[in-house]
């Protein structure tokens, strides 16, 4: 039997609000810069980089640079482009 392979891209599955929100929560759990800042591009992808570089400023090749597991985004443009995407970031205590 034969079986064709094809790339998964998860910013297909990035459907919803809520299945974003898992994403980033799931990303955000890893603790591992890159994958967070690899996630958040993946979220950037499902709604539109084009879109997000317009209502960030930032240039869409530099959006997709710095957004790359690879990529290393400052803290100022990873806040922009979350609160372009309506993600915030918030702070609890560990063990609570």
Do not use: C, W
């Amino acid at each position: 039997m034969n079986e064709t392979l094809r790339n998964y891209d998860p910013a297909e599955a990035l459907t919803s609000d809520e299945a974003a929100d898992v994403f980033m929560k799931d990303a955000f759990e890893t603790r591992d810069a890159g994958y967070i800042a690899h996630a958040l591009g993946v979220v950037a992808r499902a709604r539109g980089m084009s879109k997000v570089a317009e209502e960030t400023g930032l240039a869409r090749e530099a959006l997709y640079r710095s957004l790359a597991s690879d990529g290393n985004p400052t803290l100022k443009s990873m806040l922009t482009v979350m609160q372009a995407l309506g993600l915030e970031l918030t702070s609890k205590r560990s063990g609570t």
